[in-house]
Antibody
Framework: EVQLVDSGGGLVQPGGSLRLSCAAS????????IHWVRQAPGKGLEWVSA???????YYPDSVKGRFTISRENARNSLFLQMDNLRAEDTAVYYC????????????????WGQGTQVTVSS | DIQMTQSPSSLSASVGDRVTITCRAS??????LNWYQQKSGRAPKLLIY???SLQSGVPSRFSGSGSGTDFTLTISSLQPEDFATYFC????????FGQGTKVEIK
């Protein structure tokens, strides 16, 4: 059974750091693009980062230079290092697996972690 | 940048009603459009991918249509477990979600 388990969230002061983890089971992370998506309280879904099967990484401008996504194949786990955190980073963070429809390479998120809460506050 | 506009932002409906939610892209995205359902406190769940393909295990009362800039999610006969928030997401570029549509009990 495919499963993603998010962890590592918590309360941190502005300017602080957190490292989120996403543990995968039932499939090999290295064979899929994996994304982080967040949801601020009462708000919609916002894409935060992605790592491709080649190891290439992608970020929106809102987190570029502050967040780093990485993958450890031996542990079948994904990480999100978040530095210089701001109040606006407060959200539930989800990891999500991207599956792809050939031949147009339309991707979609077919499995999600349960989410981990990050609160940035003094 | 591609913008996604979802409407309505909320709606009230009764069990058995036919419900339609729309999503409009600011430029053509072909059929690079997915739909998700999210219940309170839970992760999103994939319903429809590539505009009209039903995800495995999702009831057939859910359907998607559209191409280019205009897309629709339809629930043919609303069930009690369908009261939730629905999001569209374009996968033509980096992921972008619509603002969501909350479906409430009338």
């Amino acid at each position: 059974e495919v499963q993603l388990v998010d962890s590592g969230g918590g309360l941190v002061q502005p300017g602080g750091s957190l490292r989120l983890s996403c543990a995968a089971s039932g499939f090999s992370l290295k064979n899929y693009d994996i994304h982080w998506v967040r949801q601020a309280p009462g708000k919609g879904l916002e894409w935060v980062s992605a790592i491709g099967t080649t190891g290439a990484t992608y970020y929106p401008d809102s987190v570029k230079g502050r967040f780093t996504i990485s993958r450890e194949n031996a542990r079948n786990s994904l990480f999100l290092q978040m530095d210089n955190l701001r109040a606006e980073d407060t959200a539930v963070y989800y990891c999500a697996r991207a599956n792809v429809v050939a031949p147009d390479a339309i991707y979609y998120f077919d499995y999600w972690g349960q989410g981990t809460q990050v609160t940035v506050s003094s | 940048d591609i913008q996604m506009t979802q409407s309505p932002s909320s709606l009230s409906a009764s069990v058995g009603d036919r419900v339609t939610i729309t999503c409009r892209a600011s430029q053509s995205i072909s059929n690079y459009l997915n739909w998700y359902q999210q219940k309170s406190g839970r992760a999103p769940k994939l319903l429809i991918y590539a505009a009209s393909s039903l995800q495995s295990g999702v009831p057939s009362r859910f359907s998607g249509s559209g191409s280019g800039t205009d897309f629709t999610l339809t629930i043919s006969s609303l069930q009690p477990e369908d009261f939730a928030t629905y999001f569209c997401q374009q996968s033509y570029r980096t992921p972008l979600f619509g603002q969501g549509t909350k479906v409430e009990i009338k």
